[in-house]
């Protein structure tokens, strides 16, 4: 009924050859999808019991194609595998980048961050076109290990409960052991392969190693795992039991695309108010960077800088606030940061002086 093995490796040929372009379009786009709805916070369980998956998926696909090609296993039911591998290997590293754009996109400032997404995104819409070169050991292995450096960036913290550049550096470490300990096994079988590819392994690794250490020393790498949940600027900021009263102005759906405005009487002080998400067990500083844009000089002016800790775990985030005493009209930012300087967000705004004050709408935070 269903014929021998071999014709069923035949059958699993033609299919292959026929719809693999829909399957990887069709791929891409679910896994986009289920992602994101799996994807919600970076230190839940199933988020990264996923992550976990696909990574052992990436690597068991890398090594049958390679023992394949190096004859170590044969018979038409590694054939039909050896067909879907490249398959397997896109579907696992789309998963993978697309959890990390979903992560690291919570975690950035697009003016800052823009570079490292956008390489996380070209890799996850270039994978549907990569399945010929992940016939050749390097370059998947080097794509496999920007994973494993993307993976270990925010898991490891999530694990210690610290951020820092010692953490990114042990992070690295931990990429470093973990695809040099899958290259070990893989050589136990596929020695020849393995070291006829040293050079392009070496290269392929090593460039990404680099890479990600520019980025991240440069302030470019999101500061993942925290994240922005909300962030504003008002007239008042006050504790009210176990949360906030903010008085603000109201805003049309029209601000949505320009700058707030504020509109202060002269001597009247200004309040920025965030809330960052940060995961259980991780405590942690920011800091509310305030600049003023220097019109004469063309360029923003450091004001002050002010600092409070974070406590992990809140889904809304920690909240905090700081504030500008008299601040002189013009522009104002103000960068949500972290101790190295990594923005997490940023609230820009024009204060302007006024002689009455405005109507005002006090919300709860």
């Known amino acids: 009924m269903f014929g021998t093995i071999a014709d069923i490796r035949e059958q699993s040929k033609e299919l292959f050859e026929r719809y693999e372009r829909h399957l990887s379009s069709a791929g891409l786009i679910l896994g986009f999808i289920a992602d994101s709805l799996t994807f919600q916070r970076v230190d839940l369980w199933f988020g990264n019991l996923a992550l976990f998956f696909y990574i052992a998926v990436a690597a068991s696909g890398i090594a049958l194609i390679n023992l394949y090609e190096e004859r170590v296993v044969r018979g038409n039911f590694f054939a039909i595998l050896y067909y879907w591998a490249p398959i397997l290997v896109q579907y696992a590293f789309g998963g993978l980048f697309s959890g990390f754009v979903i992560f690291y996109t919570t975690s950035a400032s697009l003016s800052s961050s823009w570079p490292f997404l956008l390489l996380l995104v070209g890799i996850l819409v270039g994978n549907e076109f990569f399945k010929k070169r992940y016939l050749h050991l390097a370059f998947p292995v080097s794509i496999f290990f920007l994973a494993l450096f993307s993976f270990f960036i925010f898991y490891l913290p999530i694990l210690v409960g610290e951020m820092g550049a010692r953490m990114f550096l042990l992070s690295g470490i931990a990429s470093l052991m973990a695809i040099g300990l899958f290259l070990y096994v893989l050589s136990l079988f596929v020695s020849v392969r393995v070291r006829q590819s040293r050079r392009a392994l070496f290269w ?105 800790s974070i406590v992990g775990g809140r889904d809304g985030g920690y909240r905090g606030y700081s504030f500008k005493s008299n601040p002189a009209p013009g522009w104002w930012r103000v960068a949500i940061e972290t101790s190295r300087g990594q923005r997490v967000g940023r609230v820009t705004f024009k204060v302007e002086h006024v002689l009455d004050r405005p109507d005002l709408v006090t919300e709860t935070r």
Do not use: C
């Not at 460039?207 to 925290?226: E, M």
């Not at 008042?236 to 009487?265: A, C, I, K, N, P």
């Open 204 to 308: 392929g690794i090593g460039s990404v190693y680099v890479a990600v250490n520019i980025l991240y020393f440069a302030n470019i790498i999101p500061p993942i795992p925290l994240s922005l949940k909300d962030a504003g600027v008002y007239h008042s900021v006050r504790r009210d039991g176990g949360g906030y009263l903010v008085e603000g102005e109201s805003q049309t759906w029209m601000d949505f695309f320009t700058h707030v405005r504020v509109h202060l009487r002269k001597g009247e002080p200004v309040y920025v108010f965030s809330a960052v998400f940060a995961p259980t067990k991780l405590d942690t500083e920011i800091i509310h960077h305030w600049q003023y844009y220097h019109e004469e000089s063309d360029e923003w002016v450091t004001v002050s800088r002010s600092s409070f």
